[in-house]
Nanobody
Framework: QVQLVESGGGSVQPGGSLRVSCAASGMIFRFYPMAWYRQAPGKQREVVAEITAGGNTDYADSVKGRFTISRDNAKDTVDLQRNSWKPENTAVYYC???????WGQGPQVTVSS
Protein backbone atom coordinates (compact mmCIF):
# COMPACT_ATOMS: atom_id res chain seq x y z
CA GLN A 1 0.00 0.00 0.00
CA VAL A 2 1.39 3.36 -1.04
CA GLN A 3 1.93 5.87 1.74
CA LEU A 4 2.95 9.48 1.28
CA VAL A 5 4.03 11.30 4.42
CA GLU A 6 4.67 15.01 4.19
CA SER A 7 6.67 17.23 6.48
CA GLY A 8 7.83 20.81 6.60
CA GLY A 9 4.57 22.71 6.62
CA GLY A 10 3.79 25.47 9.07
CA SER A 11 4.03 29.23 9.22
CA VAL A 12 6.32 31.38 7.15
CA GLN A 13 6.64 35.12 6.92
CA PRO A 14 6.12 36.92 3.64
CA GLY A 15 9.35 36.83 1.72
CA GLY A 16 10.63 33.85 3.66
CA SER A 17 11.74 30.44 2.44
CA LEU A 18 10.08 27.13 3.17
CA ARG A 19 10.33 23.62 1.78
CA VAL A 20 7.77 20.88 2.14
CA SER A 21 8.89 17.28 1.76
CA CYS A 22 7.13 14.02 0.99
CA ALA A 23 8.46 10.57 1.81
CA ALA A 24 7.00 7.71 -0.19
CA SER A 25 6.74 4.06 0.74
CA GLY A 26 5.00 1.01 -0.70
CA MET A 27 6.07 1.80 -4.26
CA ILE A 28 9.24 1.60 -6.34
CA PHE A 29 9.59 5.35 -6.15
CA ARG A 30 12.27 5.88 -8.78
CA PHE A 31 10.02 4.47 -11.54
CA TYR A 32 7.11 6.86 -11.09
CA PRO A 33 6.18 10.50 -11.61
CA MET A 34 5.18 12.60 -8.62
CA ALA A 35 3.35 15.88 -8.15
CA TRP A 36 2.46 18.60 -5.68
CA TYR A 37 -1.00 20.12 -5.48
CA ARG A 38 -2.42 22.84 -3.28
CA GLN A 39 -5.84 23.88 -2.05
CA ALA A 40 -6.34 27.40 -0.82
CA PRO A 41 -9.28 28.32 1.42
CA GLY A 42 -12.48 28.38 -0.59
CA LYS A 43 -10.80 27.20 -3.77
CA GLN A 44 -10.45 23.96 -5.66
CA ARG A 45 -7.36 21.79 -5.43
CA GLU A 46 -4.93 22.65 -8.20
CA VAL A 47 -1.66 21.27 -9.48
CA VAL A 48 1.48 23.21 -8.61
CA ALA A 49 4.28 21.13 -10.09
CA GLU A 50 5.04 17.71 -11.52
CA ILE A 51 8.24 15.72 -11.89
CA THR A 52 8.81 12.65 -14.02
CA ALA A 53 10.70 9.56 -12.93
CA GLY A 54 13.67 10.91 -14.86
CA GLY A 55 13.53 14.30 -13.17
CA ASN A 56 11.89 16.42 -15.85
CA THR A 57 9.71 19.10 -14.29
CA ASP A 58 6.59 21.00 -15.25
CA TYR A 59 4.85 23.83 -13.41
CA ALA A 60 1.47 25.48 -13.46
CA ASP A 61 1.67 28.70 -15.44
CA SER A 62 0.74 30.70 -12.36
CA VAL A 63 3.78 29.49 -10.39
CA LYS A 64 6.54 29.14 -12.99
CA GLY A 65 9.76 30.57 -11.73
CA ARG A 66 8.53 30.69 -8.14
CA PHE A 67 8.38 27.06 -6.97
CA THR A 68 10.94 24.30 -7.42
CA ILE A 69 10.05 20.63 -7.37
CA SER A 70 12.83 18.08 -6.90
CA ARG A 71 13.19 14.42 -6.07
CA ASP A 72 15.77 12.19 -4.42
CA ASN A 73 15.35 8.65 -5.70
CA ALA A 74 17.88 7.35 -3.16
CA LYS A 75 15.69 8.61 -0.30
CA ASP A 76 12.28 8.15 -1.99
CA THR A 77 11.42 11.78 -1.39
CA VAL A 78 10.00 14.64 -3.40
CA ASP A 79 10.26 18.23 -2.26
CA LEU A 80 8.61 21.53 -3.09
CA GLN A 81 10.62 24.64 -2.39
CA ARG A 82 9.73 28.30 -2.61
CA ASN A 83 11.63 31.39 -1.73
CA SER A 84 9.71 34.62 -1.18
CA TRP A 85 6.36 33.28 -0.06
CA LYS A 86 3.33 35.52 -0.36
CA PRO A 87 0.11 35.53 1.71
CA GLU A 88 -1.86 34.34 -1.32
CA ASN A 89 0.25 31.17 -1.30
CA THR A 90 -1.42 30.10 1.95
CA ALA A 91 -2.88 26.66 1.28
CA VAL A 92 -2.77 23.00 2.13
CA TYR A 93 -0.03 21.45 0.01
CA TYR A 94 -0.55 17.83 -1.05
CA CYS A 95 1.95 15.32 -2.35
CA UNK A 96 0.46 13.09 -5.06
CA UNK A 97 1.52 9.89 -6.79
CA UNK A 98 -0.56 10.07 -9.98
CA UNK A 99 -0.22 6.52 -11.25
CA UNK A 100 -1.00 5.13 -7.81
CA UNK A 101 -3.74 7.77 -7.24
CA UNK A 102 -2.40 8.27 -3.74
CA TRP A 103 -2.41 11.49 -1.74
CA GLY A 104 -0.45 12.64 1.23
CA GLN A 105 -2.18 14.17 4.23
CA GLY A 106 -1.45 17.70 3.16
CA PRO A 107 0.50 20.00 5.46
CA GLN A 108 -0.86 23.50 5.91
CA VAL A 109 1.41 26.34 4.87
CA THR A 110 0.36 29.71 6.27
CA VAL A 111 2.07 32.86 5.04
CA SER A 112 1.59 35.65 7.52
CA SER A 113 3.55 38.32 9.29
Amino acid sequence: QVQLVESGGGSVQPGGSLRVSCAASGMIFRFYPMAWYRQAPGKQREVVAEITAGGNTDYADSVKGRFTISRDNAKDTVDLQRNSWKPENTAVYYCYAPLQESWGQGPQVTVSS
